[in-house]
């Protein structure tokens, strides 16, 4: 080995402060979860683009309670903060929706 | 040390002014357009290459090394095994990482790298240079762990655990396998790349057989005495495959002592089973590529969880099968979350845009019978040393059949959507 790398040492910007209404962290929190929805609707699983934000927020804190099933989708609304719903909230909706 | 000194630069973001001393300025900084070269081009290399040249907008200059121009993926090879998806609707394209993302995608292999040079050679001779480099070569195997198998053997026996050519083999070999035969399956010993991979081709196979075959047996040789969705896929096979299936466990079989390719015998202590069909996975380690760039420590790669950088060369970063991920599995959907908080780092460390604090996931989809979907799940955290579980969860047995079929139809959902997300 040429030598370790000493652990993490790039500043995570993180928090409310940062966090609400900052496009670069919706999308970076978006990455998640484009994995599975894209923007054009594949199947069963919904396009989000384009979606309502207060919709979408509304959703995701039923996913995070789990009143709405989907084990998947409660698992991901778990480590979200009510500023991270609202990041990707904001992002998502100012997308294009689908054709 | 000169490696803490440019970390620091590079997370500093500090004015021009005050590192106008350095010779570890980063790119950026002294004004030349940063180069990423990323060596393989599946779930995290296309990945990786995709979001570095989509989010920087041009900034960073993207080359891609991957020898094969279409990837057959391995997610959804058993569906393919299994007669419910065709060939070619698993096969993908570089084309629009290089038109629409400006990536510029070299088919050829990477045969070294210079750590010191920061410079990756190709097989053509030619060189590449980079500031940062992403290794996501996927897995080579270990031939000899199977006494009696070989490179020659994977013909004869396939491993089919890189997808490809082999898979349509071992497809045709199951279709013809003899009325009434015996297929033999030996999964490989962990780690491995997809922990449920074995199993859910144990029930493609199984579906296949049950309509085509239906008095075919399969015998499973398992060099471990547990594997993942075991409830889940022992329930399913009861209930679809009954007496079909017989499991076999290392504790009882005390493990394959001897395979002969040309009697298809395989030889274990309490009997020598002669396969009509087999496919035989041996054990894994990191693709040849990372024992080149010196990033190995035994069979695979090391890592510094928030970033992905080896540990043993900060200017690399491996991701996927190759890396040691801890409580990550060896899965596309890992290989594909990996990339992105790669691509973060790489593209703060490069161009200075902002570093949030990673975050991982992974959700693995299996099938046991057409519309009988299960699934398993979780959300990780960068811990200092390991990547660690934050939640978890995983399917239930004996849930009901509109349940499991909507897990199928998510799994398909999914397959589309990781294909665009590392290839459109
Ligand atoms: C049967 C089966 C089923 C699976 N099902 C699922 C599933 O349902 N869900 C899931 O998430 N995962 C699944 N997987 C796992 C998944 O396929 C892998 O974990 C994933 O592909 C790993 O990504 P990677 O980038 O590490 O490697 P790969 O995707 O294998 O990509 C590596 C690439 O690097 C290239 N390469 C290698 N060496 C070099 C070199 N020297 N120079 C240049 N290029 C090089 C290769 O050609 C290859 O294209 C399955 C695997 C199998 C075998």
Redesign the pocket.
């Known amino acids: 080995m040429r030598g370790a790398v000493a652990a993490l040492s790039y500043i995570c910007v993180m928090g409310s402060a940062f966090a609400e209404g900052d496009p670069e962290y919706g999308q970076y929190l978006s990455s998640e979860c484009v994995t599975c929805h894209q923007s054009a609707v594949t199947g069963t699983i919904p396009a989000i683009a384009g979606m309502n934000e207060e919709g979408f927020i509304a959703l995701m804190k039923l996913y995070r309670s789990k009143q709405l099933e989907n084990k998947t989708m409660q698992t991901v609304a778990m480590r979200l903060s009510d500023e991270d719903i609202a990041a990707l909230a904001a992002y998502f909706s100012a997308l294009k929706p689908p054709d | 040390m000169a490696i803490v000194d440019r970390r620091k630069f590079t997370t500093g973001l500090l004015g021009l002014g005050a590192v106008s001393a350095g010779l570890n300025l980063p790119a950026y900084a002294q004004g030349k357009k940063p180069k990423v070269v990323v060596?393989?081009?599946?779930?995290?290399?296309?990945t990786a290459a995709r979001y570095i040249a989509k989010d920087s907008k041009g900034a960073i200059d993207v080359t891609l090394?991957?020898?094969?121009r279409k990837?057959y993926?391995?997610?959804?090879?058993?569906l393919y095994l299994g007669g419910l998806r065709d060939y070619e609707s698993i096969g993908h394209t570089y084309d629009t990482l290089a038109s629409g993302h400006g990536v510029n995608v070299i088919h050829?292999?990477?045969?070294s790298v210079d750590g010191a040079a920061k410079t990756v050679e190709l097989g053509s001779g030619a060189k590449v240079a980079y500031d940062r480099l992403v290794i996501?070569?996927?897995?080579d195997m270990k031939y000899d762990s199977v006494p009696g198998y070989s490179v020659e053997g994977q013909d004869t026996m396939p491993h089919?655990?890189?997808?490809g050519t082999q898979?349509a083999l071992l497809k045709s070999q199951v279709e013809n396998m003899r009325e009434g035969g015996t297929f033999v399956m030996v999964p490989p010993p962990n780690p491995f790349?997809?922990p449920?991979?074995?199993y859910?081709?144990i029930s493609m196979i199984a579906h296949v057989l049950s309509k085509k075959n239906p008095t075919a047996k399969i015998v499973v040789l398992d060099p471990k005495e547990k594997f993942s969705k075991q409830g889940l896929f022992e329930e399913g096979w009861q209930k679809h495959y009954p007496d079909m299936i017989e499991w076999i466990p290392a504790s009882v079989s005390g493990g394959v002592k001897n395979i002969n390719m040309d009697t298809m015998e395989i030889e274990t202590d309490i009997d020598t089973f002669k396969a009509d069909a087999a496919s035989v996975v041996p054990a894994q380690k990191a693709?040849?590529?990372c024992d080149r760039a010196g990033i190995t420590d035994g069979d695979w790669c090391p890592i510094v969880p928030a970033t992905m950088q080896s540990r043993a060369d900060e200017n690399i970063h491996v991701?996927?099968?190759?890396?040691v991920a801890s409580a990550m599995?060896?899965?596309?959907?890992?290989?594909?979350s990996q990339?992105k908080v790669a691509a973060m780092a790489i593209r703060g460390a490069l161009t200075g845009s902002k570093v949030f604090d990673p975050r991982f996931a992974?959700?693995?989809?299996?099938l046991i019978d057409a519309n009988d979907g299960v699934k398993v799940g979780a959300n990780y955290k960068a811990g200092t040393d390991k990547i660690e579980v934050a939640d978890k969860f995983i399917s239930k047995t004996g849930e009901d059949e509109a349940l499991r079929k909507e897990t199928y139809e998510e799994?398909e959902s999914w397959?589309t959507a990781?294909s665009a997300d590392m290839f459109s």
């Open positions: 060596i393989g081009g599946g779930a995290g290399g296309a090394i991957e020898p094969t990837y993926t391995c997610f959804f090879s058993n050829d292999w990477a045969v996501s070569p996927g897995i089919a655990w890189k997808s898979v790349r997809c449920p991979g074995p859910e081709r693709g040849a590529i991701l996927g099968d190759a890396s599995p060896k899965s596309g959907f890992s290989a594909n990339a992974n959700t693995c989809w299996s799994s397959y990781i």
